[in-house]
């Protein structure tokens, strides 16, 4: 029988070697079962050759994609729960949910061909990864949305190694496909990538299914467009019933590669009987540091590099759980043999990024991002049903909801110049903005200083102000958007410019 988890609403909050991100308040449904953890393997799209150029180096042309390399978008199903239970219609990349891991080298280059084999136009966005603007995948502001039955081109240099993943975003339609299986981890190697026993990838999902064990089609629902977005009742990893069971070598190492796919949960992950310190945290190298009292939380969208350091003696066991009520294991370790070469080995910190070590703020141009709208809950508790006069405008930032924001970006700016931007939550709820093409220093309270590690998505605490800095890239149009689906939607985006 599924249990029932129940979720404490915790604040959000902020400190110098922490990363708290908050809980939203729920009930899931925790699914049981053995299944074997699937590594992060090569996949069979075409990766452009290393050449062995330096990862500052200009990168070539990119021909178009060509020949082998195609990925489609397309229906399909997938098991989520255990027979009697039916397979689940879902929408998916390659064939799978997750979609397949693609795979590239720092200073080489990725294309492939994407074929739109949906009933809905659709995008690739590629999150967290630093690309041309006309490549950046949000339909209606860096390109047309590929209709059904159409093909679009995507090649693009990959001067930064990282954990990145790929998904639509035409903001209307973001939620639903995404929440339906259109997701996939992108991940850039090192020139040189450290050692470890095991490369592994954890796609964290909460899906929203209704009785017939189907997709709940709630899809612009007032409530979750409103409030908290659409929170699910069946916890997956890698789509999968957890926990995945993987056998290592006594005191094995592992680079867990941890993404929280849902549309709106944010995931808090504990450790049980493991060694764990925070390697990279939206894909760029982060300082090494071990998780505050045993536990790391992300919010949707956020992705997380974790040195996992397996038990040292063989037939023990540790595990990653989710924090759900009194914690579902996501990932269980047995070791069994000889130890690992790697056991008890220094860990060095990865490879630094090609992102500034210092961000000249009295230089920054400046602006204000004020988050307001959705539903208001207290006007809810009395009595009065959820209702929106215009779901595409529920959210606005500086007053302006995405259908009317691509006619003015909130700022325009030359490249190479510093930016500090003041996001502005004047909401009742946890907010979480992805910043495209670039990421982001936290900055202290009184710009005296920043948290030692990027981010591409930010979490802002309710009624609370975030301050961000970084430097201006590549030109182009970026959105600054939610990564709670349901308020994308709702029109929680907007954009600046850079020339």
Excluded at 280 to 303: H, K, N, Y
Excluded at 353 to 372: G, K, M
Excluded at 405 to 419: C, F, H, I, T, Y
Excluded at 458 to 474: K, M, N, S
Aim: hydrophobic share 45%; net charge neutral; aromatic share 6%.
């Amino acid at each position: 029988m599924d249990e029932q988890r129940q979720q404490r609403v915790q604040p959000v909050g902020f400190s110098r070697r922490q990363l708290a991100f908050g809980l939203a308040a729920t009930v899931i449904l925790a699914p049981r079962g053995k299944v074997r953890a699937e590594e992060v393997s090569e996949p069979d799209w075409e990766v452009l050759p290393h050449e062995g150029r330096p990862a500052s180096a200009p990168p070539p042309a990119i021909a178009p994609a060509t020949g082998p390399g195609a990925l489609a978008a397309a229906p399909g199903t997938l098991r989520l729960k255990p027979p009697p239970a039916p397979e689940t219609e879902v929408w998916c990349y390659g064939g799978a949910v997750p979609g397949p891991t693609l795979r590239a080298k720092q200073g080489g280059s990725l294309r492939l061909a994407f074929a739109n084999k949906l009933a809905q136009p659709t995008t690739l966005h590629w999150h967290g990864v630093h690309l041309p603007n006309a490549m950046d995948g949000v339909g209606g502001l860096t390109q047309t949305a590929v209709a059904p039955g159409a093909v679009f081109d995507i090649a693009f240099p990959t001067p930064d190694a990282g954990t990145f993943w790929y998904r639509p975003l035409v903001p209307a339609l973001a939620a639903e496909q995404t929440e339906r299986g259109l997701y996939g981890l992108f991940i850039v190697d090192e020139a040189t990538p450290p050692p470890f026993d095991h490369d592994v990838g954890l796609v964290l999902d909460d899906w929203a299914l209704d009785p017939a064990d189907q997709v709940r089609t709630s899809f612009g629902d007032a409530a979750e467009v409103g409030l908290g977005g659409r929170l699910g009742n069946w916890l997956t990893v890698n789509s999968k019933e957890p926990p995945q069971r993987l056998e290592v070598a006594p005191g094995a190492r592992l680079r867990l590669r941890a993404l929280n796919a849902a549309n709106a949960r944010p995931l808090t992950l504990r450790f049980e009987d493991l060694r764990v310190h925070v390697i990279a945290v939206d894909g760029r190298p982060s300082e090494v540091f071990q998780p505050a009292r045993g536990a790391i939380s992300l919010m949707p969208g956020t992705r997380l590099d974790l040195a996992v350091e397996a038990p040292g003696e063989p037939g023990r066991s540790g595990a990653v759980l989710v924090a759900l009520g009194p914690g579902v294991p996501a990932l269980v370790l047995t070791t069994t043999g000889a130890p690992s070469p790697l056991a008890g080995a220094p860990l060095s910190p990865l490879p630094r990024s090609r992102l500034p070590e210092a961000i000249a703020l009295q230089a920054a141009a400046r602006a204000e991002l004020i988050i307001e709208g959705g539903l208001d809950p207290a006007a809810l508790q009395s009595g009065a049903g959820p209702s929106l006069p215009d779901a595409a405008r529920a959210w606005t930032v500086n007053k302006v909801a995405w259908p009317d924001a691509p006619k003015k970006p909130v700022l325009s700016v030359k490249a190479g110049r510093p930016v500090a931007l003041a996001l502005v939550n004047r909401t009742p709820f946890v907010q979480a903005m992805h910043v495209h093409g670039h990421h982001v220093r936290l900055l202290h309270n009184f710009d005296d200083g920043w948290e030692p590690y990027w981010l591409d998505t930010i979490p802002i605490p309710p009624r609370a102000t975030a301050r961000i800095a970084f430097v201006a890239e590549t030109p182009g149009h970026w959105m600054i958007g939610s990564t709670i689906l349901e308020r994308l939607s709702g029109g929680l985006a907007c954009w600046f410019e850079v020339t």
